[in-house]
């Protein structure tokens, strides 16, 4: 079986959208299929059409009713379609029962983001974890593609020694996909163990901050407004696929490590969570995150509800979170019925107090972003004295730099500082070894039996609003 075999690249098409409406469905009630034509126009295809349908339950075989799948493959013809791509997820037997109704390719809504991913994926290890994705999910669907060969002449039994070419093709095909899928899960071990190293060596030696959101919410261009940029941003789903991350120079002598990373989107392939998971590492261990949400669109409550849900799934649930309203520059820009559904600025406000309204594309809101950043950074400022050697200049300068000096003591070969400093100031000098002493405790002692007594593990970093 050829590698690509199990890729349905749809690329330069024209499809007919397809969702059915479930009582337990998720959609926007304003534009159903707004999301899922974003995404087909994201992979280059051309929408021809596009049909909906109301069902308590689907159909076992085709998932739509019998009328529909008729009125379908109507429009197909008509319209000469190459694919019809569903916004819900299907089944190998209703793949196989659709296609053969519409005698044309039918694709679901996993399928379509993996084909997008495949097509984005520049990266080695974005490569191989789209691929397991991909595998993962052709895996139990082989027996539907090859269940035609499976037929004995002469109305033999299925069962040993009688088995058809289609029972031996999806054994063999089986046997090359796990074969595949575990030389590639031995190759993305070692570079999510090569990451997983780089990403606790750069948490250990800078305040790290990682950006998420849901897709096309403005990440790449919040992360090219506070860096020195590089990360491709455009008004396109899933635009970023691997991790960027730079320094951001939070002013005051102060910087830290910010991370863009690939964004969220509902019913995103469970496969695909788990694979992406190595690259989400600098999102999972940052010190915040930065969570993005496009208030200009109507779901943007729903979108948060799934960045959160997708942070928990991954593990993202020790650190604070900034919420960033962005896109605010748009609302003023909705007309008519476009602007049915959408929260005013004030809803938000009343509804997240603690969130900041800005504009990444036009650079409102920034300066705040920053200050909050920086407060997290440093924590609670507290008055200590800091004495140590005048050896340590280095770690002096740091000092002058990063804090506010209140008095300075010299005495027989070392000095003695009253600052007013953070934790993260306190570990940046534990962490290159320093030995120092603060209010005359050794520094480590002092961290663990005062500092840490009085703030709670949980609290660390956080804006005192936020405790």
């Known amino acids: 079986m050829e590698t690509d075999l199990h890729r349905s690249s749809v690329l330069s098409e024209s499809a007919v959208l397809v969702q059915v409406h479930l009582p337990d469905s998720d959609f926007d009630h304003h534009d159903p299929l707004g999301e899922l034509r974003a995404l087909v126009e994201s992979a280059g295809v051309k929408v021809a059409g596009e049909l909906e349908q109301n069902m308590k ?3 076992g075989a085709t998932y739509l009713g019998k009328g529909k799948v008729e009125e379908l493959g109507f429009m197909v013809k008509q319209l000469k379609a190459g694919v019809v791509i569903f916004d819900n997820d299907l089944s190998p037997s209703q793949l196989k029962g659709l296609e053969e109704a519409l005698d044309c390719k039918v694709i679901d809504r996993s399928e379509l983001i993996l084909d997008i991913f495949a097509n984005r994926a520049t990266t080695r290890q974005a490569q191989l974890q789209v691929e397991i994705a991909q595998l993962q999910y052709t895996a139990p669907r082989l027996r539907a593609m090859w269940q035609h060969l499976g037929q004995v002449t002469g109305g033999a039994p299925m069962g040993v020694g009688t088995r058809g070419p289609g029972e031996q ?3 063999i095909d089986r046997r090359i996909v796990k074969e595949r899928l575990d030389r590639l899960r031995g190759e993305l071990v070692e570079i999510a163990g090569r990451k997983e190293r780089e990403v606790a060596s750069r948490r250990e030696s800078h305040f790290t901050v990682g950006l998420v959101g849901y897709t096309n919410s403005g990440k790449s261009t919040l992360f090219n407004a506070l860096t020195r ?3 491709f941003a455009n008004d396109q789903l899933f635009a970023t696929l691997g991790t960027r991350v730079e320094e951001w120079n939070l002013g005051g002598g102060n910087a830290c490590m910010l991370s863009d990373t690939v964004g969220f989107i509902r019913d995103l392939p469970h496969h695909l969570v788990a694979s ?6 600098d999102a999972i261990h940052a010190h915040v995150l930065l969570l993005l949400i496009d208030v200009s669109d109507r779901r943007a409550p729903q979108q948060l509800e799934v960045v959160e849900k997708t942070l928990t799934d991954i593990g993202a649930t020790d650190q604070p979170r900034i919420l960033l309203l962005n896109k605010c520059d748009r609302l003023a820009t909705i007309r008519g019925i476009a602007a049915k559904g959408v929260r005013s600025l004030d809803d ?3 509804l997240k107090p603690e969130a900041i309204v800005m504009s990444a594309q036009e650079g409102t809101g920034l300066d705040q972003l920053r200050q909050r950043v920086m407060d997290s950074m440093r924590g609670e400022l507290r008055t200590v004295a800091i004495t140590l050697s005048l050896k340590e200049a280095r770690t002096i300068d740091f000092l002058e730099k990063r804090c506010r000096v209140i008095n300075r003591d010299y005495g027989d070969g ?3 500082l009253t600052v007013e ?5 306190i570990d940046l000098m534990l962490a290159r070894g320093t030995q120092f002493q603060i209010d005359g405790i050794a520094a480590a002692a002092y961290v663990k039996n005062r500092w840490d007594a009085i703030v709670p593990e949980a609290s660390r970093g956080k804006p005192l609003h936020e405790r």
């Open 276 to 281: 992406f998971r190595s690259t989400l590492e």
């Open 57 to 59: 339950q689907p159909r």
């Open 414 to 416: 070392v000095v003695t």
């Open 348 to 350: 938000w406000r009343e």
């Open 169 to 171: 093709q999806i054994e």
């Open 229 to 231: 940029g590089g990360a």
């Open 421 to 425: 400093a953070g934790r993260r100031h």
